[in-house]
């Protein structure tokens, strides 16, 4: 039986120690082909670069591993990854581990999640995994038991086209996590606030800052799932259609 292939990306950089992580878990379900950003792109959204040329660097080779560096962000990564560095889709498609949570609306500028979206609209499995930890010296540790365990099961059983999933661990030591909660994305956003400064030219600059509310605080979402020690797996889609309204609309419809 062959061994699946696993493009493995992320938004904080070849060297972050999220992605590090990432890989020696990888390996042992695997052929690895590793496709990352040169340097952090966190909250570049599903950005592309089309106003100059793209570059692979290969860093590493040996037996069923392939590490690749990019000046392209998380999507030319899984551009790059697919239609060059394997010239054919991947089994599965992993991001992260993102230093810090990727929950509720946080996944609309994530850069991991779109790794993750992009791999879901190329047909491809594909997870991101964040742990709730911002720090560069965060501990994923914790994290290695339930990474596996998603990984296997999705390779057992790939997800439906057009779906993916978003992971999100608490920070916490292995023996506080209480287990996994498949979930809905909590609602809220980020009360946005620039921090106004002066740079020695006088010459002003500014700092986005802020915090995130929720607005949501039921049991069965991604951020409760979180502050209560669960790791938190919400399926997602890249069909942003609100169905429901479609009904709701007809009346705008006319033909001319």
């Not at 040996?62 to 392209?72: F, H, I, L, R, W």
Request: overall charge negative; charged content about 25%; hydrophobic content about 35%.
């Amino acid at each position: 039986m062959s061994k699946p292939t696993i493009l493995v990306t992320n938004d904080d950089g070849i060297y972050a120690p999220g992605l590090r992580a990432l890989i020696d878990m990888m390996r042992e379900f695997g052929r690895v082909i590793v496709v990352a950003p040169n340097k952090p792109h966190s909250g570049k959204s599903h950005a592309i670069t089309i106003d100059s040329p793209l570059r692979l660097f290969k860093q590493r080779e040996e037996e069923d591993y392939v590490e690749y560096a990019t000046n392209g962000t998380p999507v030319d990564c899984v551009k790059l990854g697919e239609k060059v560095a394997l010239d054919e889709k991947p089994d599965l498609l992993v991001s992260g581990i993102n230093h810090g949570s990727n929950a509720t609306v946080n996944v609309v500028y994530s850069g991991t999640m779109a790794a993750v979206i992009e791999g879901c609209m190329s047909r491809i499995s594909s997870i991101g995994f964040s742990l709730d930890d911002y720090s560069q010296d965060a501990d994923f540790e914790s994290s290695r038991k339930y990474i596996r365990d998603i990984v296997r099961n999705t390779l057992e059983n790939p997800l439906p086209e057009g779906n993916c999933l978003n992971v999100n661990i608490p920070a916490v030591p292995f023996n506080q996590i209480k287990g996994v909660r498949v979930c809905r994305q909590g609602l809220g956003y980020w009360d946005e606030r620039f921090d106004h400064r002066v740079d020695p030219r006088k010459r002003e600059y500014f700092w986005l800052t802020g915090e995130y509310v929720s607005i949501d605080g039921f049991e069965d979402t991604d951020e409760w799932a979180l502050k209560n020690n669960y790791v938190a797996v919400v399926p997602m889609q890249f069909d942003w259609t609100s169905h429901e309204m479609i009904d709701k609309l007809k009346a705008l419809n006319q033909d001319v």
